[in-house]
């Protein structure tokens, strides 16, 4: 088990536990937002800080887990992308509306070209080292289509649960 699956339990344990302690009622539209708010802290946020950590801090290990070359200037403008989505995901803890969706935004656009370049480099190169094409390219997929499906959940209940 690495760290992204524990991230992931993580934010689906304390989505669950925080809807269920909660006195505030269980509607679709609370649901979509606990959930958005804890994919965005926790794999977003606290995710993205670890990934910029892994970059900056542990260059050739990340590299050799990716199959890149050590040394690899692009390691650090990764690494510094990262914490910039870091930084977005721990203030959505506090800034919420279309802040929220700028966040995902940013963080899908990364993470799906971060999926296609695996892709495209698993096809030209065959690299199928586990960072390149093992559950970092699945992240890459599904984490952005489960930000997107939240936030387009979140923002329709919202405008079908307003008072009339």
């Known amino acids: ?9 993580i934010t ?8 269920f302690l909660s006195k505030a009622p269980k509607t679709k539209n609370r ?5 958005l708010l804890w994919f965005l802290f926790i794999i977003v946020g606290i995710g993205s800080i670890w ?4 970059h900056v801090f542990m260059s050739n290990t990340i590299a050799a887990l990716i199959g890149w070359p050590a040394g690899n200037p692009f390691q650090l403008e990764v690494g510094v992308a990262n914490l910039s989505y870091g930084i977005l995901g721990l203030l959505c803890l506090k800034l919420r509306d279309n802040f929220w969706l700028a966040t995902v935004i940013a963080v899908s656009t ?8 695996h ?4 096809m030209q190169t ?7 094409a093992g559950f970092a390219l ?3 997929i599904v984490i952005p289509i489960v930000l997107i499906c939240l936030t387009a959940g979140y923002k329709l209940t919202m405008k079908k649960e307003l008072p009339q």
Request: no cysteine; proline share 2%.
């Open 1 to 9: 088990m690495d760290m992204s699956d524990i991230f992931i339990i």
């Open 12 to 19: 689906i344990i304390g989505a669950i536990l925080h809807l």
């Open 31 to 35: 649901i979509f937002e606990v959930f």
């Open 51 to 54: 990934a910029f950590i892994g």
């Open 110 to 117: 990364f993470y799906l070209g971060a999926g296609y370049i």
């Open 119 to 122: 892709i495209t480099n698993i």
């Open 126 to 132: 065959g690299n199928t080292a586990p960072g390149n």
């Open 138 to 140: 699945f992240v890459d």
